[in-house]
Nanobody, 119 residues
């Protein structure tokens, strides 16, 4: 079993910054892609950014130039630095990890962390 623990959400004013973290633990052999998704009320969950095991990154157009995804493989942790936040960034943010465990190739989701951008 794999556990994902997210942290770093909260309330911030427009133009502010937040840093999200997601640490994976458990029966992990290899972690492949790690990513962040978000879901606002009434909307479907959407990709924000992801990063492969070799460091290649992919961003949603709406966050390019403002958000930066990174990972620390020694800690099995993925980060999302969010700058110049806008009210439209308000959502629950979820981390997603694709990994190989002793059983098989598996995908896990974090519990979600609320990000609210408001004055």
């Amino acid at each position: 079993q794999v556990q994902l623990v997210e942290s770093g959400g909260g309330l911030v004013q427009p133009g502010g910054s937040l840093r999200l973290s997601c640490a994976a633990s458990g029966s992990i052999l290899v972690i492949y892609t790690m990513g962040w998704y978000r879901q606002a009320p009434g909307n479907e969950r959407e990709l924000v950014a992801d990063i492969t095991s070799d460091g290649s990154t992919n961003y949603a157009d709406s966050v390019k130039g403002r958000f930066t995804i990174s990972r620390d493989n020694s800690k099995n942790t993925v980060y999302l630095q969010m700058n110049s936040l806008k009210p439209d960034d308000t959502a629950v943010y979820y981390c997603k990890v694709d990994c190989r465990t002793f059983r098989s190739y598996e995908t896990y989701w974090g519990q979600g962390t609320q990000v609210t951008v408001s004055s």
